[in-house]
């Protein structure tokens, strides 16, 4: 630039760049801080269940040459894992949080003269929400493996509750084509799917271990000594005659699976972040040396005059302040776009934290103090005589 370029054309287009390579260094730094905010905001959110010492088994009769002895099996698997002292509470269920079997049908209240309403349905044991911990609002529930809860009753989740427009679960009657069926009670909401869908009016129907609308059971164990436990249990299942083989996994690392997309995209974007902060020092660096070597005979001669050090230095850093100051103001519109629109994808979000962009301001600051600072406390601090003694 200084060979090819008048001082002044070179300044304009050296400046320009620094503000670019500084916007880039606010665009990442930022955006890495606000989708770590949300992933965080997902994976600590109360899900409105128990994900602690929760295992879910994947177990379905169809999985047995014969399904009716498949049933049979797995009735006696759950028997053998109900005895065992470290399993606190065991739970049948055709599906689990993290893992919705997309089932829907249509159902409308008893004297509703509208269209009936597309909603999902599930099927679970009188022990599922124990097992879970959700909690259980309002009615009875099912009773214990009630043959009469089979098909003549239901239960609600919240949002099943406002879909119908329904107050209280008592005498609350729904039709699934001609069939009544009576509400006996009402769970808080928790969710089947990630935090990108919100809570679906849901429908859960009772069924015991004697039919075969089941594929999870889920146990509360105990987590000392585990690999043991797993053991036995494995050997257990391996006694069956099942066709599958033992297929396990903890309620945490499911909901931590579900994020796998962002967390990788997050690895992304903040190895580009310190790629962008590695460049954007190199670049200050040299950029500090350049100036000073152009400025070295005005700041000799304006110590000579008696500036302060301190003064010197608030002349070198004022462009650096500048150039950070405008590239917030550019960076931080483009920041908020992008999150914005990212964050659309998910119907749960953090929004975006000032704070992210108060800690990105404050990192520039520090990087750009270090990364300038030792060259500018030299400069100041130089012989004014051996940039003079030419002139």
């Known amino acids: 630039l200084r060979q090819k370029l008048s001082f002044g054309k070179s300044a304009s287009l050296r400046n320009g760049l620094v503000i670019v390579q500084f916007v880039i260094a606010v665009f990442l730094i930022s955006s890495t801080l606000l989708i770590r905010n949300q992933i965080e905001f997902m994976s600590k959110k109360n899900m409105g269940f128990d994900s602690e010492e929760i295992m879910t088994i994947y177990a379905s009769s169809h999985d047995f040459t014969n399904q009716e002895e498949g049933i049979v099996q797995l009735n006696t698997f759950k028997n053998q894992l109900k005895q065992k002292s470290y399993i606190k509470d065991i739970a049948l269920s055709r599906a689990v949080p993290t893992s919705w079997t997309r089932s829907f049908t249509f159902v409308r209240p008893d004297d509703w003269n509208g269209d009936p309403l597309r909603m999902r349905f599930t099927y679970v044991d009188a022990n599922f929400f124990e097992t879970y911990g959700i ?36 005498d609350n009657v729904i039709k699934i084509g001609e069939n009544r069926i009576n509400v006996v009670g009402v769970v808080e909401d928790f969710h089947f799917e990630s935090l990108e869908s919100k809570v679906e009016p849901t429908l859960i129907f009772h069924r015991t271990a004697n039919h075969a609308v089941h594929q999870f059971i889920t146990c509360k164990i105990e987590m000392s000594d585990l690999q043991t436990k797993m053991e036995e249990i494995e050997k257990m299942w391996n006694g069956l005659g099942s066709t599958n083989t033992f297929n396990y996994s903890f309620m945490d690392d499911r909901i931590k699976r579900m994020y796998e997309s962002e967390e990788r995209f997050l690895g992304l974007i903040s190895m580009f972040s310190i790629i962008s902060i590695i460049i954007a020092c190199l670049g200050l660096y040299g950029l500090t040396l350049f100036i000073i070597q152009k400025r070295r005979k005005e700041l000799s001669i304006r110590k000579v005059l008696g500036a302060e050090v301190t003064g010197l230095l608030r002349l070198i850093f004022k462009d650096f302040a500048i150039w950070i100051g405008l590239a917030f103001i550019i960076g931080v519109p483009l920041v908020i776009y992008f999150i914005n629109d990212w964050m659309q994808s998910f119907y749960y979000r953090t929004g975006v934290s000032w704070l992210s962009f108060g800690f990105t301001f404050l990192l520039m600051a520090v990087l750009i103090s270090l990364t300038v600072g030792y060259q500018s406390v030299k400069a100041a601090n130089v012989n004014p005589v051996k940039y003079l003694k030419d002139e």
């Open 135 to 170: 909690s259980v609002k309002s009615g009875r529930g099912f009773m214990s493996d009630s043959e009469g809860d089979q098909r003549n009753s239901v239960m609600l989740n919240e949002a099943a509750m406002e879909a119908f427009e329904f107050e209280t679960a008592d």
